[in-house]
């Protein structure tokens, strides 16, 4: 079983930053941790996903350049760093791994993930 747990939303002015952390626990690092975002009246989608093996990361054309995953191994904790934050950011954001080692194109699959978090939301005021 795999805990995780997000921190650090809140509310924040357009082109605002902010860093979201992901605290995970249980038997051990998953290989591949990803954030995903889900506005009111939408559907979840992909944000980004780091695979450790490889150290692959891939961002969802929405927040490239502007968004940031990184990873604490010794705490072992997740962050995404965000900037140049807009309202069309505003969501709860969500950490999730991976129960396996995932091939890059799974990595962008919302099923490709087992165990979530309880989100975290971001509010960007315009």
């Known amino acids: 079983q795999v805990d995780l747990v997000e921190s650090g939303g809140g509310l924040v002015q357009a082109g605002g930053s902010l860093r979201l952390s992901c605290a995970a626990s249980g038997a051990r690092s998953r290989p591949a941790m990803s954030w995903w975002r889900q506005a009111p009246g939408k559907e979840r989608e992909f944000v980004a996903a780091?695979?450790?093996?490889?150290?692959?990361?891939l961002y969802a054309d929405s927040v490239q350049g502007r968004f940031t995953i990184s990873k604490d191994n010794a705490r072992n904790t997740v962050f995404l760093q965000m900037s140049s934050l807009n309202p069309e950011d505003t969501a709860v954001y969500y950490c999730?791994?991976?129960?396996?080692?995932?091939?890059?194109?799974?990595?962008?699959?919302?099923?490709?993930?087992?165990?979530w978090g309880q989100g975290t939301q971001v509010t960007v005021s315009s």
């Open positions: 780091f695979r450790w093996s490889t150290l692959h990361m």
């Open positions: 999730a791994a991976a129960g396996g080692n995932p091939i890059i194109s799974a990595m962008r699959s919302l099923g490709t993930y087992d165990y």
